[in-house]
Structures are given as C-alpha cells and as structure tokens.
C-alpha cells in the first residue's frame, strides 16, 4: 500500500514508518519538526528511514491547508496514519493555541485530505487522557467521555467527534487509538521514563507526582506499533446493532471505531521507578509531591475490543521495556556505566 504518516520524526509516527516499510509498504512521511522538544533527536530519528527507496520525506505542517492540500493532490495516498499533533497534558495549560493549531485546525486538514481523495481508512492518535475524570476501571470504549480534565485531553476528544461526523458524512471509515502511557526506545524527552533516567544518571532528583501512587498502563512501543499497523488493515465497518435508543459511544452506524491500546496492566510509579533503578543499576533520590493540574490518577485500558477486532496482543513487561529503553538511552548518548 501507499500510506501517508503524519508525525514521522515523531516517537510513535517513527516506530510505525519503520514497520510499514520493513514489510514492503511504501510511505509518504510528513512532519514540521517543531521545536516542542529536541530537534537533534527528531533528525536522528528520520535518519533512520530517509535513505529507503520506498520513503518519501515530506517537511510540512498537517495546519497548513495548503500544503496538505498539495499533499494529498501529488501522492495520492490509500491509507493514512496521523500521528502529528501537538503531545502533553501539562503544556496544554502552558500554551492552549499550539493545542488547537495542531490537533484541531491540521487534523481537519487532514480528514479533508481524506474526503476528497477518496482514502480508505484513516487510523488516527486519541489518548487515554479523553477519560478525565472517569473512575471505573478498567476504562472502557463504551463508556462516555464527557469531562477532560485537559486541552489536550479536549482536543482529542475532538478529533474522535470529527471523525465521526466525516464518517457519517462521507462513509469515511475512521478508527481512533486512545494511547496508554507509550515509552520505548527514542521516546520523548518530556516523558517520565527520560526525564527520570537523564536524572539518575547525573545524580540529580527526580520529581515523583502524586507521591508515586498514580498508576498507568505503561505501553511499549513494539506493541503500540503492532496495533496500530493490525487497525489499519482493517477498515472500521459500522455496527448494524447500533441504537439511538441506547447509544454505544465505541462503535457507530457509521464506519467508525475507537479502541483503546494499552498493555491493560497497570502499574504503580513507584515500581516503575524500581524496575528503572534496576536498570540503570543506580538508586534515585526521589523528590515526592502531589498530583499536578491536568493529570488523572490512574489509567487502565480494557483492550478487549481491539483483541477481538484484530488480534491485539501486548506481550511486552515493563522490566523487558524499560531495559530495551535503558539500553538505547546509553548507547544514543554515548554513556558507560559502571
């Protein structure tokens, strides 16, 4: 196939454009390399994918309608990935606009991009941040999802209502992931696990929120992948049960779907923090304080869904993830341990 994937100097967007074409598909890679965070890492990043015969690097922002536009018009894809969006609960509260520009006005780029050209089937990033203030565990696709607790969390809740309407509209198959809690190997430098091993390393204190009591479905990434690429060779069909009277918020008459994509084990900070100690083979002074603005305690997916649609299966412990990780860290920086 011929897939575009927005985001590809991203983490995820990155991991998937590598598998795509590692089995033989061809991928159209857009990105604007933004400076959100280090822009050294995104080029190492697309470093690894810009000398394959079947990848075409795009630089652009999926909120300029014009390029994105152009973009649809010159590569005429089958199938899109959006990956590119503006990431982080806690920076939605620091910058709101970057939140709407990105996740808002380019995703609405992009599922015009797919209306007119006929794409069919758009898989797009969500977040398990849509679930705010939600308190039944595991969190399910069929409950509701009315109360975020963040922009970001908002903008993705969104994404998946556009979606829908284009759905509806246009008979666009759509399937949105919510994400669990996603780390790995060229991970972000704004999340947990970099942030605590950067740390560690150099002696200083991590910062522990919520006294390291919040929970999270950590996922790793080769999981995440295998998700993502499974939803994607299978179109989301509508639900011929669906109802009005009693409305499923998961499925729709529409060929629309979300799932959740998760390692559906959740874990306290606390032991991640050990396992990464562990790892490193150093021990990390902990600075505790409470949850911060924006954040939700706890996230558990229930993946169900996604297991009986297309086979998702996550297989990978946190102690096999977080050393993958941990290796790759050393290795990118050139650190030795003793």
């Not at 639900?239 to 979300?258: F, L």
């Not at 990464?276 to 558990?300: C, F, I, M, N, S």
């Amino acid at each position: 196939m011929k897939v575009l994937v927005t985001g590809t100097a991203g983490f995820i967007g990155n991991h998937v454009a590598i598998k795509l074409l590692e089995r033989g598909d061809e991928v159209i890679g857009v990105d604007n390399l933004n400076d959100y965070y280090d822009v050294n890492l995104k080029e190492a990043r697309l470093a690894r994918i810009l000398d394959h015969k079947h990848y075409t690097d795009v630089r652009a922002d999926i909120a300029d309608r014009e390029a994105m536009e152009r973009l649809f018009r010159q590569h005429q894809p089958q199938r899109v990935v959006n990956l590119a969006a503006q990431a982080g609960v806690r920076y939605s509260i620091e910058n709101p606009h970057a939140y709407i520009d990105s996740n808002i006005v380019g995703f609405i780029n992009i599922l015009e991009g797919c209306r007119h050209h006929k794409i069919e089937h758009l898989v797009y990033a969500s977040s398990s941040s849509v679930y705010g203030a939600n308190e039944t565990m595991p969190f399910s696709v069929h409950d509701n999802v009315d109360h975020p607790l963040s922009l970001y969390a908002a903008s993705k809740k969104a994404n998946e209502l556009m979606a829908h309407t284009y759905s509806n509209l246009y008979q666009l198959p759509t399937t949105g992931l919510r994400f669990f809690t996603v780390y790995g190997p060229w991970g972000r430098p704004d999340m947990a696990l970099f942030l605590f091993t950067k740390a560690i390393l150099a002696g200083e204190p991590i910062q522990v929120f919520n006294y390291g009591k919040h929970r999270r479905d950590f996922t790793y990434i080769d999981d995440i992948v295998e998700g993502i690429i499974r939803t994607l060779d299978h179109p989301a069909p509508p639900n011929p049960d669906w109802t009005g009277k009693r409305p499923d918020p998961g499925t729709s008459k529409a060929p629309w779907r979300v799932y959740n994509i998760g390692n559906q084990n959740p874990v306290e900070l606390s032991a991640y923090i050990e396992t990464l100690e562990k790892a490193l083979g150093k021990t990390a002074e902990k600075q505790l304080l409470p949850l911060q603005p924006g954040d939700v305690p706890d996230t558990y997916a229930d993946v169900e869904a996604l297991v009986e649609d297309v086979g998702y299966k996550p297989n990978t412990p946190i102690e096999k993830g977080i050393g993958k990780f941990v290796d790759w860290y050393l290795s990118y920086n050139n650190i030795s341990v003793d």
